[in-house]
């Protein structure tokens, strides 16, 4: 359990991602300008609103599923150095890069 901090912190950022992405997800958010996938594309029409909100918010749950994982997993290993741990802290911020990069390429192909 010395591993707690690093876990709850990578263990909540995951259970947020996943929960602001699940109504995009099920496409629940006409739209606008506040609230999904910010990129030109999905302005263009309705049917790429959703369409890109969809395919985002199925990247990012994949992602920030995987930043779960991590988190719980923190909890049985051995207890970290301040380096490790610092890493760790800002390793999940990273963890979203791709799902946005992913959801820019596919954007692209529309």
């Known amino acids: 359990m010395e591993n707690l901090g690093v876990s709850l912190i990578s263990i909540s950022l995951s259970l947020i991602m996943i929960g602001i992405n699940i109504p995009l997800l099920i496409?629940?958010?006409?739209?606008?300008?506040?609230?999904?996938?910010?990129?030109?594309?999905?302005?263009?029409?309705?049917?790429?609103?959703?369409?890109?909100?969809?395919?985002?918010?199925?990247?990012?749950?994949?992602?920030?599923?995987?930043?779960?994982?991590?988190?719980?997993?923190?909890?049985?290993?051995?207890?970290?150095?301040?380096?490790?741990?610092?890493i760790l802290l800002f390793a999940p911020c990273f963890l979203l890069l791709p799902p946005i990069f992913e959801t820019y390429l596919f954007t692209r192909k529309l």
């Open 27 to 86: 496409g629940k958010i006409k739209m606008n300008e506040h609230y999904g996938m910010r990129l030109g594309k999905a302005f263009e029409s309705d049917e790429n609103w959703y369409v890109i909100n969809r395919y985002g918010a199925k990247r990012f749950i994949f992602w920030s599923a995987l930043i779960l994982i991590s988190g719980i997993s923190y909890l049985f290993l051995p207890p970290f150095s301040e380096v490790t741990e610092t």
